[in-house]
């Protein structure tokens, strides 16, 4: 594997013309002379947590661009950055518009009130739709040439218009209610996300204009494309019941019928302190998040404008807040159509490898005393017959008597619910630190919840006021020298579906210094008593973690030479802690060479002449959603490195419970090595951040242009290539062996 000290020197610096616009314009900021950095706190010197996170949503939208990409998977990409940035309204505009509202005027750590970054971030999101909108029809025209269309009602022929109409009539028609709008009828409520009709009418006999809203009933089954059947032909739902009003407005003179879509905030207020169940209130504010408070409403381009005002004025919004979008609305129902079985359009199906020493023994836990710890690289190596399989043979092992996990998100196909209620029902001891908080999955996290408890499990929702973040599971067993514990430390949750499509590492290890520690963080979890505990290796926030991170870096500043220059690499998903990025800052002025491969936020601007020129700043966007998090220190040459849940923001710092584990034995930092430096040879995927906040795509000048996500699959083939080798020459010399004995 090519070093990482020269993994760029083959590639070319490109910027993709689809791109361009978007991404060379630099942040509006002047930046101060390069002698001048004397205050490392100036604001013009950390870039806008919102800004780079949209600038990230770019990038994905730069994939659905890539004809090099199968075309079911650019529409894959579109739907994505259309659910990305709903949320990103329902959370970060609905937090600033909360602080805007609450007179708030603090500025942000870049010199930004909350009303000005709202601005900003519009200008940005409103560029990401008008490529949105330009790119989709563009993707429709090319799906139609493999006999693919996603086309409205009244471009359907006759014979198929009425096979629709049939089916909508018989199957949705029934659940479709229409509410007027007039001193009689209030404008009623608008739930988020929910596609609507507008609809203007009148009377044959009256010129009166009338209004009515429409929801389209997308969901409980209902699908928003309708598909003619023995055809890949799709009929947006929403068209299909705008040109058949007049049976539901029968006698009627249909005026208009236009569309739009609200967002509403997600940060609705919790009273923890004076809860005394924390199930209800999560339970509260779980149902009154349907009637918070909207952010922003998208419509047509071509609405009238009298209409739009009332609108805006009805939903008590502003102009500003009003977004215009060509084409189809919500755009992020797509990710529906990419599911077609159609293999030429499709990436190539990936299965995962199991992992090559587990697959050697019929006992996990066998497995783990005798090959020492291991690395478990997801989805490159299989999460069921590793994570899941651990929870499965400790459920049934009649030697283990307790199983403790923390559980933030799961999936409904996973089988982590099932493994700990048999291990109950089994006689064992099993405890479930349950996350209720973890934002959108409060609800399935209830149900879990009640489910665990009703098998006899102790379930607790983790320490007051902090997000339980850390994915750990401890399994504790008799062996034969007495108890023994064997731990798993991951950097994603226990999530079947998540497992497939996010790149992520767990540590599966019998270290006995580990597995106290872990016994400690539970202890702490179950209770909230102690929380600065006797750790001996791991990491855990907030107590420890962020200091440590900032001496480590410190370390690397005090160690560096000539002989032994420093270096420090991190693969994050986000650097938005501001003493981090001042420390990193700080290293890079002392002369330490910094790697930084952070999926989406960041605040650092690399390459600034006598700040920032040691540090490089990367972005890797492909198939798979970048997830791990990796923190190495060359610490003089005795590397430390650490996996875990934690990124370096402020709330994962600061504000929830984390855990870093060090990876000690030299075979998996090997493995750790090769993930930094095969991303870091990344000669198709890779983006590089400037010193102005813009990306710009890096071109391999090889033929293959390999992205490192196929290059770590391949090489997950080969290390179980390795193994099934391996193996087979044990087997041939033990039967060598038996045979000269005999």
């Known amino acids: ?23 060379a314009a630099p942040e509006s900021v002047a930046l101060p002379e390069p002698l001048e ?105 090319q799906l139609a040439e493999h006999d693919i269309h996603v086309t409205p009602y009244e471009a359907l022929s006759e014979e198929h218009q009425e096979i629709i109409r049939s089916y909508y009539f018989e199957n949705i028609y029934p659940l479709v209610t229409p509410q ?92 923890e302190d004076q809860a005394d169940d924390l199930l209800a209130v999560i339970e509260s504010e779980v149902r009154h998040r349907r009637f918070a408070n909207i952010v922003r409403v998208v419509v047509q381009h071509d609405m009238d404008s009298t209409r739009r005002g009332m609108l805006a004025a009805e939903l008590g919004l502003d102009e500003a807040d009003v977004f215009e979008k060509r084409g189809l609305l919500a755009t992020r129902d797509l990710l529906s159509l990419c599911d077609l079985e159609i293999p030429a359009l499709r990436y190539v199906p990936h299965y995962p490898i199991d992992h090559p020493k587990l697959v050697q023994m019929p006992n996990i836990f066998h497995a783990v005393r005798e090959h020492g710890p291991m690395l478990l690289q997801h989805p490159y190596e299989s999460f069921s017959t590793s994570v899941e399989r651990l929870l499965r043979e400790a459920s049934r092992d009649p030697k283990v008597r307790a199983i403790k996990m923390t559980l933030y998100r799961t999936s409904g196909d996973t089988k982590v619910i099932d493994y700990l209620v048999d291990a109950a029902q089994n006689g064992k001891q099993v405890a479930v630190v349950v996350e209720l908080k973890a934002r959108f999955d409060e609800a399935a996290n209830i149900r879990w919840s009640s489910r665990l408890e009703e098998a006899g499990i102790h379930v607790t929702f983790g320490v007051m006021d902090l997000k339980t973040h850390c994915k750990v599971i401890l399994v504790v067993r008799n062996d ?71 001496d480590k870096i410190q370390r690397e500043i005090d160690q560096h030479c ?32 910094i790697d930084l491969l952070v999926r989406d ?63 000690e034995d030299s075979e998996l930092q090997e493995e750790l090595r090769e993930i930094f430096d095969t991303l870091l040879s990344d000669e198709y995927s890779i983006w590089q951040m400037n010193a102005d906040g813009s990306y710009t795509r890096l071109v391999g000048t090889n033929e293959e242009n390999t992205s490192s996500q196929k290059a770590q699959i391949d ?5 179980s290539h390795d193994a099934k080798r391996l193996k087979r020459r044990k087997v041939r010399s033990a039967r060598s062996r038996n045979i000269h004995q005999r």
């Open 715 to 719: 090489l997950a083939q080969e290390r």
């Open 601 to 663: 936020s960041c605040r650092l601007r690399p390459g600034i002449p006598n700040l920032s020129e040691h540090v490089r700043v990367f972005s890797v966007v492909g198939r798979f959603l970048e997830h791990s998090r990796i923190f190495y220190f060359k610490n003089a040459g005795d590397p430390e490195y650490y996996i875990g849940s934690a990124d370096t923001m402020n709330r994962n710092l600061e504000h929830r419970v984390e855990v870093l584990t060090p990876v």
């Open 480 to 550: 034969y020298s007495g108890l023994q514990r064997y731990v798993h430390i991951g950097t994603g949750n226990y999530h079947a579906g998540n497992a497939r499509l996010y790149t992520d590492l767990g540590l599966l290890t019998c270290d006995p210094d580990i597995g106290r520690d872990i016994t400690e963080l539970f202890n702490y979890l179950t209770t909230g008593f102690t929380p600065r505990r006797n750790y001996r290796k791991i990491l855990p926030a907030p107590k420890l973690l962020k200091r440590a991170l900032l």
């Open 1 to 23: 594997m090519t070093s990482s000290t020269n993994v760029q020197s083959n590639l070319s610096v490109v910027a993709d013309a689809a791109a361009t616009d978007s991404e």
């Open 562 to 593: 000539a002989e032994s220059p420093g270096h420090i690499q991190f693969k994050i998903n986000a650097l938005e802690d501001k003493d981090i990025v001042r420390a990193l800052y700080e290293a890079s002025q002392g002369g330490v060479k």
């Open 37 to 141: 950095f004397a205050n490392l706190d100036a604001p013009e010197l950390y870039l806008n947590r919102e800004l780079t996170w949209l600038k990230f949503n770019l990038r994905v939208l730069h994939e659905a661009q890539d004809e090099s990409n199968p075309l079911l998977e650019r529409l894959k990409f579109v739907g994505i950055v259309s659910s990305n940035l709903d949320e990103f309204f329902m959370k970060r505009i609905g937090g600033l518009k909360q602080q805007v509202g609450a007179g708030v005027m603090d500025y942000s750590v870049d010199g930004r009130l909350p009303g000005q970054q709202i601005e900003e971030c519009y200008v940005k999101v409103r560029e990401l739709e008008a490529l949105k909108s330009h790119l989709v029809p563009h993707l429709f025209e």
């Open 180 to 271: 007027g709008v007039d001193s009689a009828h209030p404008f009623p409520f608008i739930s988020n996300l929910s596609l609507n009709l507008l609809v203007t009418l009148k009377h044959d006999d009256n010129e009166d204009e009338l209004r009515a809203r429409v929801k389209v009933p997308v969901g409980l089954g209902i699908p928003r494309f309708l598909q003619v059947p023995n055809t890949h032909i799709f009929v947006p739902l929403e068209s299909v019941m705008a040109k058949n009003l007049d049976v539901l407005f029968p006698k009627m003179k249909i005026v208009d019928c236009e569309l739009f879509y609200v967002t509403r905030n997600a940060n609705t207020a919790r009273d």
